[in-house]
Every structure is written in structure tokens, then in C-alpha cells.
């Protein structure tokens, strides 16, 4: 009898900690669903980067910035993400904006990385996009659409959103 | 069942009993409340509306941890200064909300006013600065920076979402001014007014990592 209670004590106890974690790692779905506007970006190496070169994988683009506190706490997530994703077709794509290569080789000092950094320099390319503020994270779809976004930071690696990215790669 | 047993289901039902209280005491708490203090990464003083569906957090930002931001991306020290001296908060509106589109949280600076002696008037915006450094030589990099840090002038919010940004209130440092801040969410439009909001004195302090 007292192990019957124990069980449905816990299991209402783990039912509030599920809906409260829950409420902080969103992924909300962005409507109108829209194309996702083509861009050539250089990344912090050199290498060029054309955004229709991932069609047929997931991509999370991630505008962000060095100074700004939610997307320095987002990223080393979105580095563990990116190393049980990497080979699942799904793409970590982060686009610093309005910054130099030198002071993006600086934080990966600090913050280290291996998914591409993409250096937006002129803000060119933030302007394409449904971004009001930093950071924002974008998920494309295999066929090219933006179908979802996340304004402010995510934990990436939290098991629910991972299971969501896996999901739309079909 | 023996007593032990009815004494412990008894025990359970009441703890459920006021789970379920706070819960619906929560949910019925539709009313916004205002919570003060420290904040503890910035360690300086913080105003934060809070309801169960949103919490926007006001956190006191030094002149002279602006002007430093701003000095290190472009901008001279006159101008710099202009901004250091403008007023601003860190500003952190959270959707907490789990209501799917009715919970989506929307505010507009435009609607926020600053009451001083008196006096009321618009919270500056990004256009503001925008406009207010359109003749001025300021390169590319630092529009950028200003622009980006600066907290957006309107702004939607789905459950769980969340921004960081400045905002500039125009008053001098040191200032004591009243906020009518508001927001719409839950299908209605919400209005707070913060008593005595305190812009941060234009003194020097030991370094904090900065934005």
C-alpha cells in the first residue's frame, strides 16, 4: 500500500518537473512558414559557406553576437548538440553578426567550437531573416523552409529538443 | 489498512490537496507583482514584473560599463559618453508562459512611459538613436553594435521565449523616475507602473563581465 503511494507521489512529482521543463525548452513553430532566403557567408577560417549547399539536411542557424550573455550561455549546448547530431544530417550553422573574424577567433578562446561560425560582418544577411533580437535560432527543414524559431537561448542538448531536430529530418 | 496506513493516505491527500491549492492559487494569481533586489550575476540592482505567464526583469547598468562596451566597438568617447549617460537597463522580458498561442507575450516600447517631476515621455527607442546618430561619423560596425544591443522597440514572444537588450530611459545618471511599463498576453493588454526606479549613479566600480 505504501509502495503503491510512494509510486503515485513520484509520478506526480516527475509530471511537474517534465511540464516545467517543458515551458523552457521550446521550439516554436514560425508562422508563416517561409522559404529560407539563399546567402554566401565566409566562416571564421575563410571557408565559404553557401546555405542551399545543406539542402537535404536540417539546418539550426543561430544568429548571435560575442557580447551578448544568453548566446555565449547557448553555445557550448549547441556544441554538445552538434556532436551527437553531426552525423545524423542534421547542420549547426552560427551566424555571428556584425563582427570580425579576429574578435570571433578571441571567444572561441573561451568558448570553443567545431560547428561552422559564419561572420555576417555587414548585417547584410540578418536582415533576410525574421530577427528582432540576438540570439535567435532558425531550423530549416531538408526541403529548404524555415519552419521554426527560437527567440532567446536554448539548452540544445536537452534530450527533447534533440528528438525534435532527429524528427524533422523525414 | 491499519492506522499507520490511513494516517500516511491521509497525510498524502493533504499534501496533494495543498499541491493542488498552490497550483490554483498560481493560476488564478493573474495579477503582475513587482520583486526587487540584486541581481546576482550583474550585482547591481534589479526591478522585476513578474505574473505567472511573463517576468520582465529591469537590471541597473553603470555608465561606465556602456561607455566601455560602446568605446570597444567604434565609437568615439563623446558619443559613447552620450549613451553611457542616457539611463539604461538590462532588460529581460520571458515568456513563462504554457498556454501555446494564447499565452504568446507582445509589448511595444512606444506605449511605455517614463514619469519624472511631473513630466512624461517616451522611453528611447532604436529609431531614436538611429535618427539621433544619422549625421553623425559613425562606422558600420558600431551602427551594428548599437543596434543589435539596444532591446528591440516591439517584439513577439512564444512559450519559453526570452531577449537580453538595453533599454534607454533619457534621464541623467542617478536619476529617480516612475515606469508605466505594459504588455499584451492572455488576450488582454496589461499595464504595471514601477515606483521609484533608480538609473545607476555615473561612478567607477570594480570590472563585471559586461555586455
Redesign the interface.
Same mark, same amino acid.
Given at each position: 500500500?505504501?509502495r503503491r503511494?510512494k509510486i503515485?507521489?513520484w509520478v506526480?512529482l516527475q509530471s511537474l518537473v517534465v =511540464?516545467n521543463a +517543458? +515551458?523552457?525548452?521550446?521550439l516554436?513553430v514560425l508562422e508563416p512558414v517561409m522559404e529560407a532566403p539563399e546567402f554566401v557567408l565566409p566562416d571564421d577560417g575563410g571557408k565559404i559557406h553557401r546555405l542551399s549547399d545543406y539542402r537535404g539536411k536540417v539546418v539550426v542557424l543561430n544568429f548571435w +553576437?560575442t557580447?551578448?550573455?544568453?548566446c555565449r550561455q547557448e553555445m557550448p549546448s549547441m556544441e554538445r548538440a552538434w556532436e551527437q547530431l553531426k552525423n545524423e544530417a542534421v547542420v549547426v550553422l552560427a551566424v555571428d =553578426?556584425?563582427?570580425?573574424a579576429a574578435t570571433v577567433f578571441e571567444f572561441t578562446g573561451q568558448y570553443p567550437v567545431t560547428f561552422p561560425l559564419l561572420l555576417d560582418?555587414?548585417?547584410e544577411v540578418v536582415n533576410k531573416f525574421p530577427v528582432?533580437?540576438?540570439p535567435t535560432t532558425f531550423i530549416i527543414s531538408p526541403k529548404g523552409l524555415v519552419t521554426h /524559431? +527560437? =527567440?532567446?537561448? /536554448?539548452a540544445w542538448d536537452d534530450p527533447e529538443l534533440l528528438q525534435m531536430l532527429r524528427a524533422m529530418r523525414r | 489498512?491499519n492506522m499507520r496506513?490511513f494516517q500516511?493516505?491521509g497525510l *498524502?491527500r493533504l499534501?496533494?490537496g495543498m499541491?493542488l491549492a498552490i497550483l490554483c492559487a498560481v493560476r488564478a494569481a493573474v495579477a503582475a507583482e513587482l520583486i526587487t533586489g540584486t541581481d546576482e550575476?550583474a550585482q547591481l540592482p534589479f526591478w522585476e514584473v513578474r505574473t505567472e505567464a511573463m517576468t520582465l526583469r529591469l537590471v541597473q547598468r553603470l555608465p561606465d560599463q556602456t561607455r566601455g562596451?560602446f568605446l570597444a566597438?567604434g565609437f568615439t568617447a563623446l558619443q559613447a559618453d552620450a549613451i553611457a549617460n542616457s539611463c539604461l537597463f538590462q532588460t529581460v522580458f520571458?515568456n *513563462?508562459?504554457?498556454q501555446g498561442q494564447e499565452g504568446v507575450l507582445r509589448y511595444d516600447l512606444r506605449d511605455w512611459h517614463v514619469n519624472f517631476q511631473g513630466d512624461s515621455r517616451s522611453v528611447k527607442t532604436r529609431e531614436h538613436w538611429r535618427d539621433a546618430w544619422s549625421g553623425e561619423k559613425v562606422s558600420?560596425?558600431a551602427r551594428?553594435?548599437l543596434?543589435?544591443?539596444l532591446?528591440?522597440t %516591439?517584439?513577439s514572444? %512564444?512559450?519559453?521565449?526570452?531577449?537580453?537588450?538595453m533599454t534607454t530611459f533619457d534621464m541623467s545618471p542617478g536619476s529617480l523616475f516612475q515606469l508605466d511599463v505594459s504588455w499584451h498576453q492572455q488576450g488582454k493588454r496589461h499595464t504595471f507602473t514601477i515606483d521609484r526606479i533608480e538609473c545607476a549613479p555615473d561612478e567607477t566600480r570594480e570590472p563585471k563581465?559586461s %555586455?
Open positions: 500500500m505504501i503511494k503515485l507521489f506526480l =511540464v +517543458a +515551458a523552457s525548452q521550446t516554436p +553576437a557580447w551578448c550573455p544568453p =553578426v556584425g563582427e570580425s560582418s555587414s548585417g528582432i533580437g540576438l /524559431r +527560437a =527567440v532567446g537561448g /536554448r | 489498512m496506513d500516511c493516505l *498524502i499534501g496533494l499541491g550575476e562596451f566597438r520571458h *513563462i508562459s504554457t558600420p560596425a551594428l553594435a543596434e543589435w544591443a532591446y528591440p %516591439q517584439q514572444y %512564444q512559450a519559453g521565449d526570452y531577449n537580453w537588450g563581465d %555586455q
